[in-house]
């Protein structure tokens, strides 16, 4: 019998994550049957979407239970297996959640090819994330030469993917993140035009200088502030996939001030914006194929990079998972659970 160490929900956070928003525990995994793999965990994605999880406001996907073990991506290795297709030591993509072992599924895993590219970007540019910005960009976004595409949350898996998907497609992209260090990233990593730091006292004014023809596509990733300052820019007919709301996540209450809502309507209308909420399991249907053949192509031909921020140890990760929703990350978040085998 095996065991796994897990993060389990313990209570409901009120706004931010606190310490005993989370219960580490040891748990006994039962024996495999036939057609399931036992995994081990070598990297966990922490993703801005599970603070949505802890919570049990009706959202798009079900709340974790209290007492639950947290979902998450996973890349995995097979230590035993009992489906003929898997032998021991393959690498799979998991759905395992926040824990150091997992009995799953052979039909629920994918296996990776780790000569065709690092694991770890099963999670990140190659995964779900990429997938975000590539599909939401490309089929609410479109592009096209010449326009001027801005997101925000830039250096992150979706923003940095976003931005470098625009350059491939002819646009001008503006990226804006937080602090001095993500804002040099953008320019010299990530091939942005412009990058503007939202945290700067100038940010308004640097944000109109960035976009002196106006704002084609707004890629939505955050919300607050950043956001009411994009729209003073939309050009008639601009796109905004509404992808994440991330500024908002921890928020307990609706913001002090005055309704807004009025305002944002009578710019929908004035500029005939199209405004577009999406999640992005919708597309992987029609997507995936297209998506996997230009983003390994791209990746492999440098026109998309990419930024890891991993760090070491299940436990690690709730203080990680806060930071990720107030910027301490720097790239694509992932917890190293264990030794990964191909490096
Ligand atoms: N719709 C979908 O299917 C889907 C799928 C995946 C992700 N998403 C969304 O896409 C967005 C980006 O996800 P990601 O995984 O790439 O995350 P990420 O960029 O790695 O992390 C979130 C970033 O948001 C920024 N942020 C936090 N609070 C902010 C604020 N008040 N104002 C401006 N920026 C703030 C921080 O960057 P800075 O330090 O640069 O501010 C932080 O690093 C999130 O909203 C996420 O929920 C949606």
């Known amino acids: 019998m095996s065991t796994s160490r897990q993060v389990r929900l313990a209570r409901r956070p009120e706004g931010e994550p606190t310490d005993d928003t989370f219960a580490f525990e040891e748990h ?64 799979v993509l998991s759905y395992s959640g926040w824990q150091t072992h997992a009995v799953a599924g052979a039909a629920h895993v994918r296996k990776l090819d780790p000569s065709s590219a690092p694991i770890s970007t099963a999670l990140g540019v190659l995964g779900m994330p990429g997938f975000t910005a ?3 960009l490309l089929e ?20 940095s993917a976003v931005g470098q998907i625009a ?25 942005f ?14 944000l109109a200088a960035a976009v002196p023809d106006g704002v084609d596509v707004y890629f939505e990733n955050v919300g607050g502030p950043v956001t009411r300052e994009v729209l003073r820019h939309v050009n008639l007919y601009a796109r905004m996939p509404v992808c994440g709301l991330v500024a908002d996540y921890n928020a307990s209450a ?46 492999a031909d440098g026109s998309v990079r990419y930024r890891e921020d991993v760090v070491e140890g299940l ?25 990964d085998p191909t490096r």
Not at 193 to 206: E, I, K, Y
Not at 265 to 281: A, E, H, N, P
Not at 319 to 336: C, H, P, Q, W
């Open 28 to 91: 006994e995994l039962p024996d495999l049957e036939d057609g399931q793999l036992l995994l081990r965990v070598v990297y966990l994605s922490l993703d801005p979407y599970m603070r949505g999880r802890l919570s049990d406001a009706a959202s798009y996907a079900d709340p974790v239970g209290v007492g639950e073990v947290i979902v998450g991506g996973t890349v995995c290795v097979v230590e035993e297996s009992r489906d003929p297709s898997y032998d021991v030591g393959d690498v």
């Open 134 to 136: 590539y599909a939401g």
């Open 140 to 159: 609410i976004g479109k592009p096209q030469p010449g326009e001027t595409v801005v997101v925000a949350a830039a250096t992150g898996p979706v923003g």
């Open 167 to 191: 350059k491939v497609k002819g646009a001008r992209a503006v990226g804006i993140a937080g602090g001095e260090k993500k804002r040099q990233a953008l320019l010299e990593d990530f091939g």
């Open 193 to 206: 035009d412009v990058a503007l730091d939202h945290r700067s006292p100038t940010f308004a004014d640097d």
């Open 254 to 299: 609706a913001p002090e001030g005055r309704d807004r809502l009025p305002g944002f309507m009578r710019l929908v209308l004035t500029k005939s914006l199209l405004v577009r909420g999406f999640i992005q399991g919708e597309f992987v249907k029609s997507h995936t194929r297209d998506f996997v053949r230009d983003m390994s192509g791209w990746v």
């Open 315 to 339: 436990d690690a990760a709730p203080e990680a998972f806060r930071g990720l929703l107030t910027g301490a990350n720097f790239g694509k978040l992932l917890v190293r659970v264990s030794h």
